[in-house]
Every structure is written in C-alpha cells, then in structure tokens.
C-alpha cells in the first residue's frame, strides 16, 4: 500500500529533478553544471513539498540531508525544504552503505572493519572446539556477511584498506584448530576451504 501511496511521486517531480525510491528512502538528485542548475534542483525540492504536503505526508526535515559530489561544487548554495535550510554533509549512510564526497568509500570500510573485528572474538568465546566445517559456516554467518553487503558498491581500490580487511581474514584463520600454528600463507596452501573473499 505505502508503494502505491507514493508511486507517482517521480512522475511528479521529473521535470526538475531525478527520483530514487526504495521503501521509505527517497533521494533526489541533479546533475548541475550551471548556477541555474541550482535553481532547477530548488524547484524540483519545492514540487517534492508540495507533493508531500497535498499527500499529508509529514517530512522530518532533520533527517533531510544535501551531500555533493564532484569537482568544482558550489558548496555555499542552501537547498530548503518547508523553508528550513537542509543540512550539507560530507558522509552520509545510505541503505546501510556509507558514502563521502570523494566516493572513497574509506568511512564505510573503517565501519566494517570495527565490526567485523569483534566477531571472531565473539566466535571464539561461544565456539572454542569448532571444526573447520562449522567454521567457515560462523564465519560466513558473524564476519564475512558484514563485508559481502553492497560490495560491488564500495570494493576497495586502495592497497592500505585491502590489507585493513585482509588482517580480519588473517585474524580469523587462527580460530581453526587444525592450521592455528600455520602462517596465513601456509593456510591458503593448506587450502581449508575457508573461502575468505579475495579483493
């Protein structure tokens, strides 16, 4: 029903702005080149209010926020919703993936990392006599699983975040009863099928 409720919302506003619904989650985006581009992307905020406001669909505005991205962004420029002016940011999570202005994806990936990092703590806690079968089955479950979301998005480029998620991997061989005392090296000869993802 709520699909339905707001399924002509990007009919509405494509003559100024480009609509992305998923669920609740709505963004909103232009490409601008121009100052008038500005104008146009304002507009196209001014029609989504007015969408909103015929539909009593109240906005919380404080979760409303502009992020730019590009070379040469006028950053000075305010957007307004409900003649409140829309908070800029330089990071913002988006459908559990977080994104910053250069499109590094290093925030998302320090935030996976210090999560991925107490699960093989907690694995071995609660599983101190795992064989190696059910093993890879906790790791898919508590470690692996937070690093395969979204990562056709965000997979790392850069040497020094590869290595970073690398170390979780390294970390979690050491868990297996059967290679604990091989090197990370020896372990992948070893081949213990762990399947740990390769970036």
């Given at each position: 029903?709520?699909?339905?409720?707001?399924?002509?919302?990007?009919?509405?506003?494509?003559?100024?702005?480009?609509?992305y619904?998923?669920a609740?989650?709505?963004?909103?985006?232009?490409?601008v080149?121009?100052?008038?581009?500005?104008?146009?992307l304002?507009?196209?905020?001014?029609?989504?209010?007015?969408?909103?406001?015929?539909w009593?669909?109240?906005?919380?505005?404080?979760?409303?926020?502009?992020?730019?991205?590009?070379?040469?962004?006028?950053?000075e420029?305010?957007?307004?919703?409900?003649?409140?002016?829309?908070?800029?940011?330089d990071v913002?999570?988006?459908?559990?993936?977080?994104?910053?202005?250069?499109?590094?994806?290093?925030?998302?990936?320090?935030?996976?990392?210090?999560?991925?990092?107490?699960?093989?703590?907690?694995?071995?806690?609660?599983?101190?006599?795992?064989?190696?079968?059910?093993?890879?089955?906790?790791?898919?479950?508590?470690?692996?699983?937070?690093?395969q979301?979204?990562?056709?998005?965000?997979?790392?480029?850069?040497?020094?975040?590869?290595?970073?998620?690398e170390?979780?991997?390294?970390?979690?061989?050491?868990?297996?009863?059967?290679?604990?005392?091989?090197?990370?090296?020896?372990?992948?000869?070893?081949?213990?099928?762990?399947?740990?993802?390769?970036?």
């Open positions: 029903m709520f699909i339905i409720y707001i399924n002509d919302l990007p009919d509405v506003c494509k003559q100024f702005i480009n609509v619904l998923f609740d989650d709505t963004k909103l985006y232009k490409h080149i121009t100052n008038d581009g500005h104008q146009v304002q507009k196209g905020l001014n029609t989504f209010q007015e969408w909103s406001d015929r009593l669909l109240r906005l919380n505005i404080n979760k409303c926020k502009i992020a730019f991205y590009g070379r040469d962004v006028n950053y420029y305010k957007y307004y919703l409900s003649s409140t002016s829309l908070e800029s940011v913002i999570k988006d459908l559990g993936v977080v994104f910053d202005s250069e499109l590094s994806f290093v925030s998302h990936c320090k935030e996976k990392i210090n999560r991925a990092y107490s699960m093989p703590g907690l694995i071995k806690r609660n599983f101190i006599y795992s064989t190696e079968k059910e093993f890879v089955t906790l790791y898919k479950s508590f470690v692996r699983s937070h690093f979301y979204a990562n056709s998005v965000w997979n790392p480029y850069r040497q020094g975040l590869t290595k970073d998620l170390k979780i991997q390294m970390r979690a061989t050491k868990l297996v009863l059967t290679v604990k005392r091989l090197t990370y090296k020896e372990t992948e000869i070893a081949n213990i099928e762990i399947q740990m993802i390769k970036w």
